[in-house]
């Protein structure tokens, strides 16, 4: 397995901010998983550490992550689609496909969606 992308996913636990993280695992089989882990202090103590299979995305090309930590789910853009999928602890989530452009698409956070000529960029 390998690392594709890890992106921060900080989480206030009874007014103590944690750092979090989301990470998108690729199988050497072309699966994937999503981890989600936090971490208390710099011991590098893990608390709730739990993934969700992402059968669904199996074969598909990676292409960008945006993660909404307040909600905790994230986006997933592989190719010209876009993937929902939320890490709760205890609730096995599987990914739904939301979206598909006729190009690929590209995330970040803000709110306008452009084009260009090779690539939609989704803001959000």
């Known amino acids: 397995e390998s690392i594709?992308?890890?992106?921060?996913?900080?989480?206030?636990?009874?007014?103590d901010m944690?750092?979090?993280?989301?990470?998108?695992?690729?199988?050497?089989?072309?699966?994937y998983q999503l981890r989600y882990f936090r971490m208390?202090?710099?011991?590098?103590?893990?608390?709730d550490y739990y993934e969700n299979d992402l059968t669904s995305l199996k074969n598909k090309?990676?292409?960008?992550?945006?993660?909404?930590?307040q909600k905790q789910y994230v986006v997933i853009a592989?190719?010209?689609e876009l993937w929902y999928c939320q890490y709760v602890k205890g609730?096995?989530?599987?990914?739904?496909?939301?979206?598909?452009?006729?190009?690929?698409?590209s995330l970040y956070m803000g709110w306008k969606r452009r084009t260009s000529k090779n690539q939609n960029w989704l803001m959000m």
């Open 91 to 105: 609730m096995a989530s599987a990914p739904k496909l939301i979206h598909t452009f006729d190009k690929e698409v």
């Open 61 to 69: 090309e990676y292409t960008d992550m945006a993660v909404f930590e």
């Open 40 to 47: 208390k202090n710099k011991k590098w103590d893990i608390y």
């Open 78 to 80: 592989m190719g010209n």
């Open 18 to 31: 944690m750092q979090a993280w989301v990470a998108l695992m690729k199988g050497n089989d072309m699966s």
């Open 4 to 15: 594709v992308t890890m992106k921060t996913a900080s989480v206030n636990v009874n007014g």
